[in-house]
């Protein structure tokens, strides 16, 4: 049971370059969430899901986008990298039975723009 | 203001000690309170969650919410150099669309033998 997978773990790109982040889920749960985390800030919202085919900005959109082809895989993709866009992201989903439930991440994928 | 601070730290503690944590919160009608940890590089797991005022204990981990007030705490009693981490309050905000949370920006916790 993998849990939540990210992929790729590591990156390195160059300004303008673009790059997919991929998440997949085997937990069946409905909603998957990417985060950016950098020092000193804390876990902020980039998009969410909350079903297949539905996505939402979260606190920090710009310069990404996302897409939910399916219940298990939930991608972020960086068009034109800019070096603001240094930092480790976090996929993670939630189970959608009850307001009481936790997120689950993934192991973060660290990725950073020259 | 943040809609959920906590004190960045580092919240030095000697091992044996008890270590409190403190979160506090903007949105009154908040319904669900999460306590993560996370390892320096590693990704935040899940430690406690509360939702009712109160204490809850799990282990040498003790969440206590106060609604009321707006705060929500983490005691880790009997403290050991393997609960150095920094960690997450998360808070499910009534106002908040679907079921996301809303973090706080971590607490660092050096605990020395």
């Known amino acids: 049971n993998a849990g939540v997978t990210q992929t790729p773990k590591f990156q390195v790109l160059k300004t303008g370059q673009s790059m997919t982040l991929q998440c997949a889920q085997d937990?069946?749960?409905?909603?998957m969430y990417w985060y950016r985390q950098d020092p000193g800030m804390g876990l902020r919202l980039i998009y969410y899901?909350?079903?297949?085919?539905?996505?939402d900005k979260g606190e920090v959109p710009n310069g990404y986008n996302v897409s939910r082809l399916n219940k298990r895989e939930f991608s972020l993709r960086l068009e034109s990298a800019a070096p603001s866009q240094t930092s480790v992201y976090f996929c993670?989903?939630?189970?959608?039975?009850?307001?009481?439930?936790?997120?689950?991440f993934g192991d973060g994928t660290r990725l950073s723009i020259l | 203001q943040k809609e959920v601070e906590q004190n960045s730290g580092p919240l030095s503690v000697p091992e044996g000690a008890i270590a409190s944590l403190n979160c506090t919160y903007s949105?009154?009608?908040?319904?669900?309170f999460f306590w993560y940890r996370q390892y320096s590089g590693k990704s935040p797991e899940l430690i406690m969650s509360?939702?009712?005022?109160g204490d809850k204990e799990d282990g040498r981990f003790t969440a206590q919410l106060n609604k009321a007030s707006q705060y929500v705490s983490l005691l880790i009693r009997d403290s050991q150099p393997s609960d150095s981490a920094t960690y997450l309050c998360?808070?499910?905000?009534?106002?908040?669309?679907?079921?996301?949370?809303?973090f706080g920006g971590g607490t660092r916790v050096l605990v020395k033998p």
């Open positions: 993670a989903t939630h189970l959608d039975r009850g307001l009481n439930q936790p997120q689950h």
């Open positions: 937990m069946n749960h409905n909603s």
């Open positions: 899901s909350a079903s297949e085919g539905t996505t």
């Open positions: 949105d009154r009608g908040s319904q669900s």
């Open positions: 509360i939702y009712s005022n």
């Open positions: 998360a808070v499910k905000m009534i106002k908040a669309a679907g079921n996301k949370l809303t």
